[in-house]
């Protein structure tokens, strides 16, 4: 099944690439969500079914793609308000449609892939195909951003790619050439431990690129500067669970050997500097898409301080990380309303946003609470879960730091959110008409973020205590 | 046998620490691709028809043939002949490079790993971290992309040291990957070229706050 979703994918993506006309980017892309939608319930249906040797429907890439479908859908629906305002050419819808599409389908197989070197290839994959939608718009920005982004992300990947190799030493010395989480986990507990750590710190430098954290997170807080709004909400979401399922995969292989401690050493160092790193220049940001790209270095990093310190925490991570996806990505799509209203990019031009469309402002007050974690926020649960395995674990002092970070980071926002909703109104606003409609997705997404922390579903937490069940 | 692609392997980065000419660069990756064609060739133990092909396809074909043709195009189409003012002088840098070879080769010969292929080890090592130098020393992009192509080479010296085979399909998906990047980042790069009127890193610098 997986592999004809690849194909078909292919097929479709490069049909609309070819074809260049309406027909084709109304409704080749609906097939291909319709087939995702599909995969997705196949997925869950056939859990820990293993396919065509490389790909495993494990809880937390079922998980994942449950995410990446909403996500997806929504994208589009977005994507296509967002060529119709701007009147490209179907030349260039057609590149949008077809990047977008094998981009998702990049992200797909990143989830579900059971081997180190299929990993790999999705996620340098993902890299292509973003790249390309990151200089989407043609402009002198997007093609410094672009290359930026493809460079830095192919030197982290190669990095990663080394250490993908030095773990391979295990499988070797027992005259083995599968590079399969399951094959690792069961012969990198032999290993040398200094190749090991060695190992592992390349992968999570070179994969760090993926995830928004220290420390080669600053092409990817550039481009999702750049990038269309639709795009990072891909970028901001689907793409840093790419960053995280590829630390996931090597923090559970590492879980069961001697190195477990040193190795959560390493993600509190990561954590702790991401959130720092993030709160030091929040301070200096005047676009508001980059603010959002810090942001979600926060909450990469507090991701990392989850699966470092363990225990409930793990739960909390995934936890996070799922309503972390839902939240940005209402806010990205909210941002595209703002940049079309305000006609501009930077937050010294935004102001009295609830004056002018009260319901736009309505979500993106939910917004703002929920990103900033506050309650009902479901990421106020999910911190809290965080921060109480930090302390129960005796992590006061790493505890104590982030708070404080992370309180500096909340009074920036505030201030930034703020302005944004209630500051005096500018003269030279013209408001086109309005769809109420275009605030439901966001709405819906804030309201499930609240749900999900509070009451989240028994089949939801089956799949977030299945993902963790390697780890403990 | 092996000992002497290695050699001329090291010659290969000495050179590249010597050369100021993009074009001799591009020729250095393609000799670059054909000593690595000679380290797998003559380290296999019995020869698989079908892993002949793709080893023939990585090395010779890919490293050797279409990616230098493509970074000559590119470097044609940006008029690119000398590189200008790296940030360490010629001298300097190719002390750098013979530094690092040293210390790669005491570092292969700690390595106590009956089923590793240690001396390959000695260069891979100096050329990853080479291509990194070679990236921070040169401002042009150009330069840049040679640099991730070097540090390509020494992973693939590393990944004949330590002697894991992947299935062939898997190694095919990694080279496609390969090869598809290098190939959207020369297309960036000529239009980094008539966009900036310029290759060199210091004009991309719109994107700061």
């Known amino acids: ?472 | 046998m092996n000992f002497l692609f290695i050699i001329i392997y090291a010659i290969t980065l000495i050179y590249f620490a010597y050369s100021e000419r993009v074009k001799k660069f591009v020729w250095l990756l393609s000799v670059q691709g054909f000593v690595l064609f000679g380290m797998v060739f003559s380290s296999l133990k019995e020869i698989e028809i079908f892993d002949f092909i793709f080893i023939l396809t990585e090395t010779i074909l890919v490293k050797s043939i279409i990616v230098p043709w493509f970074l000559n195009r590119v470097r044609k189409h940006n008029g690119l002949k000398r590189i200008h003012e790296p940030s360490i002088p010629v001298f300097y840098s190719v002390i750098i490079v013979i530094l690092t070879l040293i210390l790669s080769f005491v570092l292969s010969n700690n390595i106590l790993n009956s089923q590793m292929h240690t001396q390959f080890f000695t260069v891979a090592f100096a050329s990853v971290i080479f291509g990194f130098y070679f990236i921070i020393n040169h401002k042009n992009i150009f330069s840049h992309l040679v640099g991730y192509l070097i540090i390509e080479n020494g992973i693939f010296m590393i990944s004949l040291a330590v002697g894991n085979t992947m299935p062939l399909l898997v190694n095919l998906a990694v080279l496609l990957d390969i090869v598809l990047g290098i190939l959207v980042l020369g297309v960036f790069l000529n239009r980094v070229g008539n966009t900036f009127q310029s290759d060199e890193i210091n004009q991309l610098t719109e994107l700061k706050d």
């Open chain 1, 1 to 472: 099944m997986f592999i004809f979703f690849i194909i078909i994918s292919i097929v479709i993506s490069f049909s609309i690439f070819i074809l260049k006309n309406k027909i084709a980017t109304n409704i080749l892309p609906i097939v291909f969500l319709i087939l995702l939608i599909m995969l997705s319930g196949y997925a869950y249906m056939n859990i820990n079914k293993t396919e065509n040797y490389f790909f495993t429907y494990d809880s937390l890439g079922v998980l994942f793609t449950f995410v990446l479908t909403i996500l997806s859908i929504a994208t589009y629906y977005f994507s296509r308000s967002y060529l119709k305002n701007e009147d490209y050419s179907s030349r260039k819808v057609s590149v949008y449609y077809s990047a977008l599409i094998m981009l998702i389908t990049a992200i797909m197989t990143t989830y579900f892939s059971n081997n180190f070197a299929v990993l790999w290839v999705s996620i340098e994959a993902t890299s292509l195909f973003v790249s390309m939608l990151i200089f989407f718009e043609r402009t002198k920005v997007a093609l410094e951003a672009a290359w930026k982004y493809l460079f830095v992300s192919s030197i982290g990947i190669a990095v990663a790619f080394i250490g993908i190799l030095l773990m391979g030493i295990a499988v070797s010395n027992y005259g083995l050439t599968d590079l399969s989480f399951g094959t690792l986990s069961n012969v990198v507990k032999s290993m040398n431990t200094y190749w090991l750590k060695i190992s592992v710190l390349f992968i999570v430098a070179g994969f760090s690129v993926k995830l928004s954290v220290f420390p080669l997170y600053a092409v990817a807080v550039d481009a999702k500067t750049i990038a269309p709004s639709p795009i990072n909400a891909i970028m901001s979401t689907a793409l840093v669970n790419v960053g995280f399922v590829a630390f996931f995969r090597t923090f559970a292989i590492i879980s069961h050997t001697p190195i477990l401690a040193w190795t959560q050493n390493v993600l509190f160092i990561i954590g702790l500097f991401s959130i720092f790193i993030a709160s030091i220049q929040l301070t200096r940001v005047k676009r508001l898409k980059r603010a959002f790209a810090f942001s979600t270095m926060e909450h990469m990093g507090i991701i990392s301080l989850g699966l470092a310190v363990g225990g409930i925490g793990y739960y909390a991570v995934i936890l996070h990380i799922v309503l972390h996806s839902f939240v940005k990505a209402g806010l990205f799509y909210q941002i595209n309303k703002i940049h079309s209203i305000f006609k501009s990019k930077w937050i010294n031009d935004f102001s009295a946003y609830f004056k002018i469309n009260p319901l736009a402002g309505l979500s993106l007050i939910l917004g703002f609470i929920s990103v900033l974690a506050i309650p009902p926020s479901g990421l106020f649960v999910s911190e809290f879960l965080i921060f109480k395995a930090l302390f129960l674990s005796h992590q006061y002092i790493i505890a104590v730091v982030a708070l404080i970070l992370l309180t500096v980071i909340m009074v920036i926002l505030s201030k930034i959110f703020l302005t944004i909703l209630f500051g005096n109104v500018q003269e030279n606003i013209k408001v086109d008409k309005i769809n109420p409609l275009g605030n439901i997705i966001q709405l819906s997404f804030f309201g499930l973020v609240i749900y999900l922390g509070i009451n989240p579903p028994p089949f939801f937490m089956d799949l977030i205590n299945s993902s963790i069940s390697i780890l403990n």
